[in-house]
């Protein structure tokens, strides 16, 4: 597979090497940098209890999102989520945000649900307790289900996403397998190929 673009990914050393009939165009890729994954899950409207010192902020609840690499989609957690203080003014640039990601799914059912053949989605899983917009938080979502059936992607509960973003600074490179998101991203274009040959 020839990969075109700017910036390198942590999947890329797995390419042994280069088919240029498969041309992954990685041009516009968003580079995920260190502590951006942790503020992106923490927003006002998704997130749960926080816990406040003077030099730190931390979410007492986990957080989830899903990767989708090719054919296959990642369910990630992230936990110990952290916002270190660097000065006195309350502003989300003034902190320094860290947490643990761990890959607790991967769906192999072949299907790709979304384009770009890269992305990352963040779905809302706080839902309306009453009138008031009271919001509860709904863990047990994420706990019970097996397939990608389980996900409700409607445009009222997916809150935000990122195209084709690059992920080796962003922490997730190391709980990743380089060679599967590689070779899940090369069988979405081998596939698309042939069916694109059978439709000539």
């Known amino acids: 597979m020839l990969i075109i673009g700017k910036y390198s990914d942590f999947y890329d050393a797995a390419c042994n090497s280069v088919d ?31 816990k406040i010192s003077k030099k730190t902020i931390r979410l007492e609840t986990d957080e989830y999102f899903l990767l989708e690499a090719g054919l296959k989609q990642y369910l990630i957690k992230a936990t110990n989520i952290v916002a270190k203080r660097k000065d006195v003014v309350s502003s989300s640039s003034n902190f320094d945000f860290s947490c643990d990601f761990e890959v607790v799914r991967t769906f192999d059912e072949n299907v790709h649900l979304f384009e770009p053949v890269v992305s990352l989605h963040k779905e809302l899983r706080r839902t309306p307790a009453d009138a008031n917009d009271d919001w509860r938080y709904n863990e ?15 445009r009222e509960r997916m809150k935000d996403r990122v195209d084709l973003p690059i992920l080796s600074e962003s922490g997730l490179a190391k709980v990743m397998d380089a060679d599967d998101v590689y070779k899940t991203i090369s069988k979405y274009y081998l596939t698309a190929t042939k069916k694109q040959g059978e439709t000539k």
């Open 20 to 50: 240029e009939s498969v041309v992954f165009d990685r041009r516009g890729a968003v580079l995920v940098e260190p502590g951006w994954l942790p503020r992106w899950l923490v927003d006002e409207e998704s997130r749960g209890p926080l």
């Open 140 to 154: 047990e979502y994420y706990v019970d289900f097996t397939t990608l059936k389980d996900f409700d992607f409607s």
